[in-house]
């Protein structure tokens, strides 16, 4: 069994969603002084590798809180969807027969390799039009990505709405996925249990059968 960790490193100075607070960790107390370390932590719930829940655009959408644990962890499939400059992403046709209901769909594209840099957020691709419908078809209860944040061709929130609408939680952020040696792996990605929270940052990891 092998554990391959699927999370951004969470550190002062690191590039945040435009528009969201940074992230800061601040010395509250120390050994030298209080006989302790402790830190102060300030951050948005979308910071890094993070999950977003229906309430973040829902006005009536579940919050984490309210979400069971199974939501965020179980069976996953990885789909590699290569990002080509100036082209939407898009779903080949076949590319979700073998993706089972309630399973969750890990999709790499290459685009972890800006993360850490402005560009990351500022020239996020983007999904074709038609992959909304074919996610919420496939009956997926979670989908991961290497991008800061989903958007499809068209309305900037459409796709949001139409896979939170369908209960379908989002893992945002994810990096490391070059990693995956096999196609199919167990999947976790646990927010935090923060009260009526639209998203929580998360520990992402796969754990895959075997060895390397």
């Known amino acids: 069994m092998v554990l391959r ?6 550190q002062e100075g690191m590039p945040v969603y435009p528009g969201d607070p940074a992230f800061q960790a601040r010395p509250l107390l120390s050994v030298e ?3 302790m370390n402790v830190l102060s932590l300030s ?9 977003d ?14 979400l ?20 939407p992403i898009r ?10 209901r309630d399973e969750i769909l890990v999709v790499r594209t290459g685009w972890e390799r800006e993360a850490g840099t402005s560009r990351y957020f500022t ?51 994810l990096v490391g996925l070059d990693a995956l040696q096999r196609a199919t792996f167990r999947f ?3 927010p935090l249990r923060l009260a009526a929270a639209d998203g929580s940052p998360v520990r992402a990891f796969a754990v895959e059968e075997g060895e390397d």
């Open 5 to 10: 960790d699927l999370s951004q490193k969470l």
């Open 33 to 35: 002084k209080d006989g």
């Open 43 to 51: 951050f948005g719930t979308h910071v890094g590798t993070h999950v």
């Open 53 to 66: 829940v229906p309430r973040h655009f829902l006005s009536d959408g579940a919050a984490v809180d309210a």
């Open 68 to 87: 069971p644990l199974d939501r965020f962890c179980g069976p996953a499939r990885l789909l590699r969807l290569p990002h080509r400059p100036g082209e």
């Open 91 to 100: 779903i080949p046709d076949g590319a979700l027969d073998d993706v089972r």
């Open 123 to 173: 020239d996020c691709p983007v999904f074709a039009a038609d992959v909304p419908e074919r996610l919420v078809a496939s009956g997926i209860k979670a989908l991961g990505v290497d991008l800061p944040t989903v958007v499809s061709e068209g309305e900037p929130r459409a796709m949001h709405v139409a896979l939170l609408s369908a209960g379908i939680v989002l893992v945002e952020g």
């Open 188 to 190: 976790y990605a646990l």
